[in-house]
């Protein structure tokens, strides 16, 4: 009896506990919905998250923005739509925050941004590539973040330019992923029409690819592309290699996710990672702006590394917001949007403009930077890659090594 | 001593929760918790449901959350590729969800406990693996987005769910008064004896699955229009899981158990939440200590301790000497 | 050629799906019921090992026994917390003892999955390879020599598992009770002793499993949910309680989902073993290789 | 009075994979009758009994009720054909009242709600467990669960009860309950079938004895001569030095 009086106790205990909530301060909200477990990339939410603290930090140090401080609430949508509709719906609603930014997920983003147009509350959008985000056409919304069509066009060329003749891309089922395959072969289909180019879809939450790639055994791409989000893409290189497929002496492992310069990422491919060529939005190669550099500086402080492109684009996509407050003095929703349209701001890799034409260009950083690189050795860091083109870096593909077998 | 489950004082108290929950609006205004409360009718309709099969008829389901699925994706479908709305949509999607429940009904028949729990499982994830990877007909992962009700305002659209779980648990009231309540608590204490004293187990197996499973599709149909996006997550194992949570913490086999469980876990979900821990963490505990110890929830446990020295309550004598021998 | 690797890679996991299958079925064997939470071993294994390598710095050796300990250890817990009342008849027989397993180990498993992610994050944390080349040739094709290796030892395992049950008194044991709890009892048996005896060894392979494949799987709150739903299917397909059973069932099922993966859909890969496993429970309810019991 | 016969079974047979239970059996049970059945143990009675009530499908042979083929039909068919049964091993609603239990089978019979409650209360009083009307099952003791079970046999006019070892480890006092009510019935017209091991009892109370063994019916008679037979004797004995 006792033993059952006790956990009845604790039983309803739990209940009376737990009905704490806490309140702020005066400050500035800014919602940043972001994955912080899986199916969603932690990884990548993790940078966007240090990212947006480094530009946070910075900005308060100088004072904040319209006398008031930066305050970032983040909230987990585990990389799943669902999550990241209510996710940003509690934002706003409970929270109250008078913008969105840290996007880093088509899938999610496309649900998010619904919300942030039915409350129209301005949304920067980090890192989420699905031309379809653009598609929507929403005023709220602005993207510091790259594009699948970018991305699409820069590999193109890069393929054509290498005279490879059969391509089987590996995308993920996200937006991102069908989104990229689809494009690539639109740009394929233009550059490099005779190019054999065949995509499969891969489910980001298998562990197991070895069924997807034994077929390739049979007959061997001259490259294989890679349009996938850690952990998932992780587990493909690495069954890539242990079948011996690529990268290897006839197939090319070409990464169009732009996850070489993870910071875990070697810890996670080992070998696999050796001979791997790259698209990327940054290398310690590329100049950076004066505030580019603070930010390196700040990062390379704090974290004792070189920062990646993650970081940089969650840090501008935070100053854009800044910068529009200020000049709007107010962070009154229209008033903010307003500004954002006009921006003209330097940013950590150069000025960032919204071009305003409709469609995928729809309040997009049009010429986003890119750059081109290769992994020769393992355990290689950013600094070390191979450059094979960037701003102002003439695309050389007879610089790329191949794999000795 | 008598019996709380399902008794006239249960059901009073069952429509006393709902009445309850009809006037919170008085006190919440926060477009958030509004949200929450939603949500927490969502969970009851379902959590209703399943204990309709398996505390009630004693077909423990795996599968509750995977028919609110297949109801999201009926209107959301229609939505999608026909430009259909809600009042098409949501009237096919219970439609669709009892057919298909009716079918499982039928084909699981001959199975019972784990294995009857074993199969609904895999039969909803094969649903939701199939939704998922038809990307070409469901966009996958990526979600169907479909159109709102009532202008997304909060307050409307939780009378509008508070209505529906109203008259649903109407009918569910009144299905039980029946002979069929009779039937069902029978199949589900032993299926072999309740043939032998002439009920057709097959019929009424049937129809628990078909009610239960139309009513997870309508929650389902219903939510969906609320949240704007139907995806594959609705499905999760896991989203059963938490029904089953919420039954059981409530108290499975009554009528109240499943209302008091799915709007406490739910707004307590939140508050756990903002105190930094893993609300599911805390539920899961409960649940094993209530199946461990109190099995009849905390509707069970209320009532007990309401009626005082416990040694009386606890009806299945085997529980009672497993609790006392502590 | 290709047949060839498509097999053979369907035995390296196959071998896994036998083991995993195996913990259930013997705890099936002698409680049966069907443990729910038996992917959460699973996942205290792959922790455990990538932990202890990892962060712990200690050899894959050491770190994989633990790993087995922590899993029998665990097993051990379950089975004196949760799992005793349904053999000494606290809750009843019938509908309410299956309901009771169920819930509480369902229960178990939900609450695992969350204490986990409440301790260590949801960060995928990848075990080490056993191996420090990441790639070997033999018979002219390329494998992971940590699959080769992870394998090995599974079925190592998995042959001591059957010599314990079929060769030694405590076998013996087990096997008696699993046919017939009373007669076992009749003649002097602990039911206590051997359902210990059972979840450690559940526990401990499961767990070992776990640790041999967090290198490809990794480890994560719910990285348990895929080899449990798989024990499942091949427990079902090899019949409720028969050893002999899920090994078959387990290999079956490996090599089935690499050809069915490979030659119907990849994408739909996952939803096989479901097929399989509903379609067996509706026309052969009791497994390929178990017998029916009497029920009236 | 004309002896029409109630139960009538022919060349029945039921196998399980190798082993045949029960084999080119045949019996038969006129109305009123009250029959018991014995025969050592794995003699096929349980068997028998389960096929009698729709719990396996004969695999050959044919079991009539009233002349109409019952075989194969399902046990709630021949529930509502009017045979019921009491179970060896005591099966019981254990979260429904004692009252609910009876219910189940009223209802089941067509009875409407009230006059179902009504007479569960009268026969739940009969038994002695008129305290126990609104009880769950489940707390009760083993006898008075036996009882409930036994008394759910006669809400619904059936015409035949068979019961299956009534009798087996129960307390004296419940054990004549249940004797007087089956003697009031029986004289009432109710037809019986007893299995049980009690050869006192049966001996006491059924005036013809069926014996099996090995499947089939090996004595059927006037209770003292099937009790004299020497085959009964040899298959006890057989039975006993067979374990």
Same mark, same amino acid.
């Given at each position: ?34 994955? &912080? ?277 969650? %840090? ?28 003209? =701001? ?60 | ?50 204990? +309709?099969?398996?505390?009630? %008829? ?38 669709? $969800? ?110 628990? =699955? ?34 089953? $949570? ?81 | ?29 002698? +409680? ?232 119907? $859909? ?31 | ?32 009758? +009250? ?13 028998? +009994? ?35 049964? &009491? ?157």
């Amino acid at each position: 009896m006792i033993t059952r009086r006790w956990l009845m106790m604790v039983g309803l205990g739990l209940w009376v506990g737990s009905a704490v909530t806490v309140d702020a301060q005066e400050t500035i909200k800014i919602g940043a919905p972001i994955a &912080m477990s899986p199916p969603g990339s932690v990884a990548q939410g993790k940078e966007v998250r240090d990212g947006l603290t480094i530009a946070q930090e910075m900005l308060n140090k100088g004072g904040g923005v319209l006398g008031k401080k930066i305050e970032i609430l983040y909230e987990d949508h585990q990389g799943i739509p669902e999550k990241g509709r209510a996710a940003v719906e509690k934002l706003i609603t409970r929270d109250k925050v008078v913008a969105i930014t840290g996007e880093h997920a088509s899938s999610v983003t496309l649900a998010d941004i619904d919300v942030a147009h039915r409350y129209n509350i301005p949304l920067v959008n980090t890192n989420a590539w699905s031309d379809a985000v653009r598609l929507k056409g929403y005023p709220q919304v602005f993207n510091r973040s790259n594009y699948n069509t970018r991305v699409a066009e820069a590999m193109a060329d890069v393929i054509a330019r290498m005279k490879v003749k059969n391509v089987v891309a590996f995308a993920e089922n996200t937006d991102y992923g069908t989104g990229q395959a689809e494009a690539m072969k639109k740009a394929l289909a233009k550059v490099a029409p005779d190019v054999k180019f065949t995509s499969r879809v891969l489910d980001r939450a298998a562990k197991d690819f070895t069924p997807a790639v034994l077929p390739l055994k049979a007959d061997r791409p001259d490259m294989i592309v890679t349009i996938m989000i850690p952990p998932a893409s992780y587990v493909l290189m690495n069954q890539l290699y242990e079948n011996g497929i690529a990268p290897s002496k006839q197939t090319w492992l070409y990464d169009g996710a732009g996850v070489a310069d993870y910071p875990e990422f070697w810890d996670n491919v080992k070998d696999a990672g050796v001979g791997l060529v790259s698209f990327g939005l940054y290398h310690p190669k590329v100049a950076l702006t004066k505030l580019g550099k603070d930010v390196r500086e700040a990062y390379m402080a704090k974290e004792k590394r070189e920062p990646n492109r993650l970081i940089f684009q969650a %840090a501008d996509s935070l100053f854009l917001l800044a910068d529009a407050m200020t000049r709007a003095r107010s962070t009154e929703a229209d008033a903010v949007i307003k500004a954002l349209r006009d921006t003209r =701001f330097e940013g950590v890799l150069g000025v960032i403009t919204f071009d305003k034409e409709p469609g995928i260009y729809f309040q997009q950083w049009k010429n986003i930077p890119f750059v081109t690189y290769q992994l020769t050795a393992k355990g290689q860091q950013l600094p070390d890659t191979l450059l094979v083109q960037g701003p102002g870096i003439e695309l050389a593909v007879d610089k790329l090594m191949r794999p000795a077998r | 001593m008598r019996r709380l489950a399902l008794s006239p004082t249960d059901f009073v108290l069952s429509f006393g929760v709902l009445i309850g929950l009809g006037l919170a609006p008085l006190g919440v205004r926060s477009e958030y918790w509004l949200g929450i409360l939603i949500t927490a009718v969502y969970f009851a309709m379902l959590a209703v449901s399943w204990n +309709l099969l398996a505390g009630i %008829a004693g077909l423990f389901s795996m599968a509750p959350a995977a028919f609110a699925m297949v109801g999201a994706y009926t209107t959301g479908l229609l939505h999608h590729h026909g430009g259909f709305g809600p009042l098409v949509g949501i009237p096919a999607a219970v439609v669709v $969800s009892a057919l298909i429940g009716f079918a499982l009904g039928r084909v699981t028949l001959r199975l019972r406990g784990a294995y009857l729990a074993l199969t609904t499982l895999a039969f909803a994830e094969i649903l939701r693996l199939v939704i998922a990877n038809s990307i070409e007909i469901t966009r996958g992962d990526l979600g169907l987005s479909v159109s709102g009700i009532l202008g997304g305002a909060k307050i409307p659209t939780l009378y509008l769910f508070l209505g529906v779980l109203v008259a649903y648990q109407l009918v569910l009231v009144w299905l039980l008064r029946t002979r069929a309540g009779l039937y069902f608590r029978a199949i589900r204490d032993d299926e072999l004896g309740a043939m032998g004293r002439g009920v057709d187990v097959v019929r009424y197996k049937t129809l628990a =699955f078909t009610v239960s499973s139309a009513g997870c599709g309508l929650a389902g149909a219903l939510f969906v229009h609320f949240l704007q996006l139907a995806s594959p997550e609705m499905g999760l194992i896991l989203q059963t899981g938490l029904v089953i $949570s919420m039954v059981v913490i409530g108290g499975m086999g009554t009528a109240t158990g499943p209302l008091v469980g799915a709007v406490l876990v739910e707004v307590t979900s939140e508050a756990l939440r903002a105190v930094g821990v893993r609300h599911m963490l805390v539920f899961a505990l409960v649940v094993i200590l209530i199946g461990r110890f109190f099995r009849d929830g905390l509707v069970g446990l209320v009532a007990r301790l309401a009626r005082g020295p416990l040694p009386a309550a606890a009806p299945p004598a085997a529980l009672e000497e497993g609790a006392a021998r502590r | 050629m290709l047949v060839f690797e498509i097999v053979f890679t369907g035995l390296l996991m196959g071998i896994f799906y036998a083991l995993m299958a195996l913990g259930l079925t013997l705890i099936f064997g002698i +409680l049966k019921i069907v443990n729910f939470a038996h992917g959460e071993l699973f996942m205290l294994g792959a922790y455990a090992y990538a932990v202890l390598v990892l962060r712990a710095g200690m050899a894959a050796v050491p770190a994989l026994l633990s790993a087995v300990l922590l899993g029998a250890l665990a097993g051990v817990v379950v089975e004196r917390l949760l799992l005793r009342p349904l053999y000494t008849g606290q809750v009843g027989a019938g509908p309410l003892r299956d309901e009771y397993a169920i819930i509480v180990t369902f229960g178990l498993s939900l609450f695992l999955i969350n204490l986990v992610h409440q301790l260590m994050g949801p960060y995928p944390l990848k075990g080490p390879d056993l191996t420090a080349t990441s790639r070997i040739e033999v018979f002219g094709m390329f494998v992971s020599p940590h699959r080769l290796l992870a394998s090995a030892l599974g079925a190592l395992t998995l042959g001591a598992v059957i010599w314990i049950i079929r060769g030694t008194v405590w076998g013996k044991r087990v096997q008696a009770v699993a046919q017939n709890r009373f007669g076992a009892a009749i003649v002097g048996i602990d039911h206590t002793r051997v359902s210990t005896l059972v979840l450690a060894m559940s526990g401990g392979i499961v767990a070992l499993s776990g640790a041999l494949l967090a290198p490809l799987f990794h480890a994560y709150p719910d990285v348990g949910a895929f080899p449990a739903v798989k024990s499942f299917v091949v427990v079902v397909l090899g019949g409720m309680g028969s050893i002999a059973g899920s090994i078959v069932g387990g290999l079956l099922l490996g090599v089935l989902e690499n050809f069915g993966a490979i030659y119907l $859909s990849y994408e739909y890969r996952d939803t096989f073993g479901f097929v399989i496993l509903m379609l067996v429970l509706l026309l052969r309810p009791h497994g390929l290789f178990g017998e029916r019991t009497r029920e009236v | 009075m004309s002896r029409l016969d109630l139960l009538e079974i022919r060349e029945l047979r039921k196998s399980f994979g190798g082993i045949v239970a029960v084999d080119q059996l045949g019996l038969v049970v006129g109305a009123g009758e +009250l029959v018991g059945l014995i025969g050592p143990n794995g003699s096929g009675k349980t068997t028998l +009994l389960n096929v009698i009530t729709g719990y396996y499908p004969p695999e050959h042979g044919t079991v009539q009720l009233h002349g109409r083929e019952i075989g194969g039909r399902s046990p709630h068919q021949i529930f509502r054909a009017g045979i019921v049964r &009491m179970f060896q091993h005591v099966k019981i609603f254990r979260r429904l009242t004692a009252s609910e239990n009876l219910e189940v089978a009223g209802r089941a019979a067509g009875l409407p709600a009230g006059s179902s409650r009504q007479r569960a209360a009268s026969l739940l009083d009969r038994l002695g467990l008129a305290s126990h009307t609104h009880d769950e099952v489940g707390g009760l003791s083993g006898g008075q669960q036996k009882l409930v079970e036994f008394g759910s046999c006669f809400m619904s006019e059936p015409k035949l009860v068979v019961l299956d070892e009534p009798f087996a480890a129960i307390h004296p006092t419940v054990k004549q309950t249940m004797v007087d009510v089956i003697v009031e019935r029986h004289t009432a017209g109710q037809a019986f079938l007893v299995v049980s091991h009690d050869i006192p009892a049966i001996m006491r109370l059924c005036p013809r004895t069926v014996c099996m063994n090995a499947g089939t019916v090996i004595a059927d008679g006037p209770t003292e001569a099937v009790m004299a037979d020497h085959a009964v004797v040899e298959a006890y004995l057989g039975g006993h030095v067979a374990r």
